[in-house]
Nanobody, 121 residues
Framework: QVQLVESGGGLVQAGGSLRLSCAAS????????MRWYRQAPGKQRELVAA???????NYADSVKGRFTMSRDNAKNTVYLQMSSLKPEDTAVYYC???????????????WGQGTQVTVSS
């Protein structure tokens, strides 16, 4: 079994910064593309950022220039550095792994439990 665990959320004032982490655990060989999603109250879950296994990134237009996604393959961990935060960034942030290669085969579409980010104005 694999598990994704997010951390780093919290309450921050507008203009501030937070760094989210998502660590994958289990007998993992490697992980394909990983993504950060967010879901604000009453809204659909939206894609925030993605990073391939070799580090290529893509971002939603709403976060370009403010958020940076990175990964440490040796630690099976991805990060989301969030700067210049706005109240509209308030949401539960989830990490997702496209495909995780494990000792027992591949695990597809894994999700973490989410971490709350609240940005006050």
């Amino acid at each position: 079994q694999v598990q994704l665990v997010e951390s780093g959320g919290g309450l921050v004032q507008a203009g501030g910064s937070l760094r989210l982490s998502c660590a994958a655990s289990g007998s993992i060989y490697s992980i394909n593309t990983m993504r950060w999603y967010r879901q604000a109250p009453g809204k659909q879950r939206e894609l925030v950022a993605a990073i391939t296994s070799v580090g290529s990134t893509n971002y939603a237009d709403s976060v370009k220039g403010r958020f940076t996604m990175s990964r440490d393959n040796a630690k099976n961990t991805v990060y989301l550095q969030m700067s210049s935060l706005k109240p509209e960034d308030t949401a539960v942030y989830y990490c997702n792994a496209d495909r995780i290669y494990t000792a027992w085969g591949s695990v597809f579409d894994s999700w973490g439990q989410g971490t709350q980010v609240t940005v006050s104005s």
